[in-house]
């Protein structure tokens, strides 16, 4: 996984670091942690713009909440239930987690969208109920910005700080990485099997 972030952004530059933030929005076990922090290095190593990377970043991370937006607003609280009763299993949600998210939402609607997007494997989801409580698409649009904002400006400055340290640091995220992401995958299959065990003793 690191190392296709690290030669996307080597071959587009500061377009490859909004294109990677783009997807780490739609397909979230692509970190963000590893992408903006890397972006901030190759700045300090003055092979990047520091002003294009945060700009390019913050636009994909903002695109891809919106993607997922439009999904839940298009889609609707009707037809994902529907969605969820038939196919949830896979999804490992319920129509209960679905029903209890909105309402959670609703809610806390700003400061969930503002905060959402500053927590790893929240930043993804909450652009969902966002579309489906019906939350104004310029309000979201800036909650989301400014949350993205602050999140990539901490991640950019940490890589930059890092500088010469950051070329030790990232021998050994490669491989965290690819367990990080079998983890998620166990994870995932667990909670799948033990969603079919309890349809089938119900």
Known sequence: MFDFITNLIDTMGAFGVGLVMF???????????????????????????????????????????????????????????????????????????????????????KGATFFGRMIPGVRTLISVPAGLAGMGLTRFLIYTTAGSALWNVGLIAAGYVLDSQYERVQTYLNPVTNVILGLIAVAYLYRVAKQLWQRRAA
């Open 23 to 109: 997807l780490e929005n739609v397909f979230p076990p692509i970190p963000s942690e590893l992408v903006m922090p890397l972006a901030g290095f190759s700045a300090a190593q003055g092979r990047l713009s520091l002003t294009a990377i945060f700009v390019l970043g913050t636009l994909g991370s903002v695109l891809g909440a919106w993607l997922w937006y439009e999904v839940g607003r298009r889609l609707g609280r009707e037809r994902l239930q529907r969605f969820i009763g038939r196919y949830g299993i896979w999804l490992t949600l319920s129509q209960d987690d679905v029903r209890d998210a909105i309402n959670w939402f609703e809610r806390h609607d």
